[in-house]
């Protein structure tokens, strides 16, 4: 991996694993201040506002960092995408506001949420002049992370002095949206060292039908991830969106430092293919499978193992309900990380929009039909099930496309060696949560440092080239 590669994901680390870690240190207070029910009231609006941004936004996230990626060394050029790609989303953000106002008011259904989702309208525009797109296609990870962290700091203490009573979860929710519009100024003002906006430049033709493509893409991937919150919340009780929330909390932090990773190398492997590279950008693959499988391995059986412990550490009291549900989602974090491989570090650089769509197509299909069949009788249970089911479709759909087109095989070999070489580190796991039941806080610390300390000595015994490197780093340094 590159130096600059290697500084690029140390910085989205931070910076993804911020927007989990921050609200994750405010989370068990309020699970426990707001209780299971306000909780799922604020995941359930929040699911569908998060719905209105995924047709503002349409595919900007993917065709933003490419386009931006393929034009970094030139100003010009640069002004025109930001300008073209902003002023569509400015459009199209303004007619989902316009929607959403209107089906806040008119709809009964929604009346018992009206005050949240009026302020989830603000969310909606904030997110819009985000941008994020812009500074990953130029892999400036250094400011986005420093003014990610800085405002998330700001936010964590807002939630401790301004959130007391249960009473107070249009508040909590209000804070959430201001720190997305906080950033979002931010980002806005900070473009002009890059590029200036500009009517002048303003040109939809060569960006409108791939902005629609992903935009379709996104909208189908959320029949089998965000609907489930939707469907759940309009179904059921907003206890069981409280559970199922709780459930995806543990997995969206472990993810989300994939997803940095995957941030990092996608802008990479486009430039690379622009090049004609393709022995180098398959080595790249490669590496990513390497990288999620070292670590994420041993992390899906700590969780397994471990949920009633963590759950109760996270939520407190009244939330048993999310065991099971995250014991299914744990899981994802290998499957949805092999899938950003496939899909966002091969099929996405290589322009095969096509084939990205017949997968979440299927997806889509299995997501929606399972959300139908299961949710009503197995509530959040259900939820996880369909989204699980989803997910592994996906992931051999994906496999089928890169292995016609690039012979690029399905990393069967490595997880069946890394599932043996954990097996020792399970059965000392299981011993250790029989032993330390007496103290759950112990139980977790002792197995989570048994845990990292059993994960880095393998890999520094089996010479990874990734845990080398950074092991030797750090000790230059200690020394």
């Not at 393709?278 to 499988?293: A, G, R, T």
Request: overall charge positive; aromatic content about 14%.
């Amino acid at each position: 991996m590159s130096t600059s590669i290697k500084k690029n994901f140390i910085y989205s680390s931070l910076l993804t694993t911020a927007n989990y870690i921050f609200p994750l240190l405010t989370f068990p207070y309020v699970t426990r201040i707001l209780g299971v029910s306000n909780l799922g009231v604020c995941s359930y609006v929040d699911s569908i506002v998060n719905y209105f941004i995924l047709f503002a936004l349409l595919g900007v996230n993917i065709v933003g960092i490419r386009t931006i990626a393929e034009n970094k060394n030139s100003r010009q050029k640069l002004t025109e995408v930001f300008s073209s790609l902003l002023s569509f989303n400015l459009i199209t953000t303004v007619l989902m506001t316009l929607i959403l106002i209107a089906g806040t008011l008119l709809i009964q259904k929604l009346a018992p949420y009206r005050e949240f989702l009026l302020i989830g309208v603000f969310k909606i525009i904030s997110t819009t002049l985000l941008a994020e797109w812009f500074y990953k296609g130029l892999e400036d990870f250094k400011y986005i992370t420093i003014r990610t962290m800085v405002v998330k700091m700001i936010y964590v203490i807002a939630i401790f002095l301004f959130v007391k009573t249960e009473n107070d979860a249009i508040i909590y929710y209000t804070l959430t949206m201001l720190m997305i519009a906080v950033n979002s100024v931010f980002n806005i003002v900070h473009t002009r060292n890059y590029a200036k906006y500009s009517l002048r430049e303003v040109h939809f033709a060569p960006y409108w039908k791939p902005m629609f493509i992903y935009g379709f893409y996104f909208f189908i991937t959320s029949m089998y991830t965000s609907f489930n919150i939707t469907y759940l919340g309009w179904t059921c009780s907003n206890e069981e969106v409280g559970y199922y929330t709780t459930a995806t909390k543990l997995y969206f932090i472990i993810i989300a430092l994939f997803t940095a990773f995957t941030g990092v190398m996608m802008p990479r492997m486009s430039s690379l293919l622009t090049e004609g590279k393709f022995s180098e950008f398959k080595v790249y693959i490669s590496k990513s499978q390497n990288l999620l499988i070292t670590f994420a391995v041993p992390i899906v059986l700590f969780i397994i193992l471990n949920a009633p412990q963590i759950v109760l550490i996270i939520a407190g009291e009244g939330y048993e309900g999310a065991i099971l549900p995250t014991r299914i989602i744990t899981p994802l974090i290998v499957i949805i990380g092999l899938e950003q491989i496939l899909i966002l570090q091969t099929l996405n650089p290589l322009k095969k929009d096509k084939e990205i769509i017949i997968n979440s197509t299927i997806g889509a299909i299995v997501g929606f039909s399972l959300n139908l069949l299961l949710v009503s009788e197995l509530k959040s249970i259900g939820s996880a099930i369909a989204w699980l089911t989803s997910e592994i479709v996906i992931l051999i759909s994906s496999q089928y496309w890169v292995t016609k087109y690039y012979s690029i095989e399905f990393p069967f070999k490595k997880i069946l060696i890394s599932i043996l070489y954990n097996l020792p580190l399970l059965a000392v796991l299981l011993l250790m949560n029989n032993i330390l039941q007496w103290n759950i806080w112990v139980a977790i610390i002792v197995m989570g440092l048994l845990t990292f300390t059993y994960t880095l000595a393998l890999q520094l015994y089996l010479k990874n080239e990734f845990v080398v490197a950074l092991w030797q780093k750090i000790n230059r340094k200690n020394g």
